[in-house]
């Protein structure tokens, strides 16, 4: 039994000091890299992000087509004029038999124009065109609205990551304090295991609680990246 004991007691002293060493060094590094991350100012990211936003442009195409659709509209009484030019060329032959039984051939060249300009004006130009313009008005304002109300969701959007990105940073370091005390606590136990002075239940206590530390460091640690790349995503580029 005391031999079983000693290959348990060295088997577990000798993977948690690897695995303590390695875990520590690997924290150490997230750490320095959750720290390390300092995002530009949030008007920036906003900034970046509206201008990135296939939605804003959307709507600044619509916005730009109203525009256009007025001029259009206030244009389109000249329809109703028009210039008409008529050009005409002729070449007139008249052959005549005489009492003496010869032809006589004679030739006329012909030709002239004729240029007019048209008005016509319609019950609906005089009644309907107003309203048809101040329609398309109504229109151009609408597409501005909806790229404003367009610009503000994703501004809203950009601040939640924002935010997310430094409560992500802030939770990691917490947890990654959280992991090296249980980590320290573990390596002390298996150190006690190791000259008797605790029972294998304690021991696994300990285990168990520093792979939970562990587990609910990465967890921060994946939801710092998720909202850092979401937020890449919105803006289009790397912001860090």
């Known amino acids: 039994m005391r031999g079983i004991r000693g290959i348990i007691v060295w088997a577990v002293v000798l993977v948690g000091s690897l695995t303590g060493t390695t875990a520590w060094a690997q924290t150490a590094a997230d750490e320095s890299a959750g720290q390390l991350i300092t995002l ?38 000249m329809d109703a004029m028009g210039v008409d030019l008529q050009l005409g060329l002729g070449n007139q032959a ?20 004729r240029a ?14 107003k309203s048809e313009v101040r329609m398309a008005e109504y229109e151009s304002k ?3 609205e909806k790229k404003e109300v367009t610009e503000q969701e994703v501004e809203l959007a950009v ?7 430094q409560t992500a940073q802030n939770l990691l370091r917490i947890k990654s ?14 150190k ?20 939970k530390a562990a587990a609910e460091y990465e967890v921060a640690k994946q939801y710092l990246y998720e909202n850092i790349k979401a937020l ?9």
């Open 159 to 165: 601040i939640t990551r924002y935010y997310a990105v």
């Open 40 to 77: 530009p100012p949030l008007k920036k990211v906003v900034d970046m992000a509206i201008l990135h936003s296939p939605a804003v442009r959307m709507q600044d195409a619509s916005m730009n087509k109203s525009l256009y659709n007025i001029e259009n509209k206030k244009r389109q009484w």
């Open 192 to 211: 006690e295991f190791g000259e008797g002075g605790i029972a294998i239940a304690e021991l696994s206590r300990v285990i168990e609680i520093s792979s």
């Open 116 to 129: 007019a300009f048209n008005v016509r004006v319609s019950a609906f130009d005089l009644l309907g065109r």
């Open 232 to 240: 890449e995503a919105l803006t289009g580029q790397r912001l860090y």
């Open 177 to 190: 304090e959280a992991k090296q005390t249980t980590q320290l606590n573990r390596q002390m136990a298996e």
């Open 94 to 113: 008249l052959i005549m038999l005489q009492p003496t039984g010869t032809i006589d051939a004679y030739r006329n060249f012909n030709n002239g124009y």
């Open 142 to 144: 609408e597409a501005m």
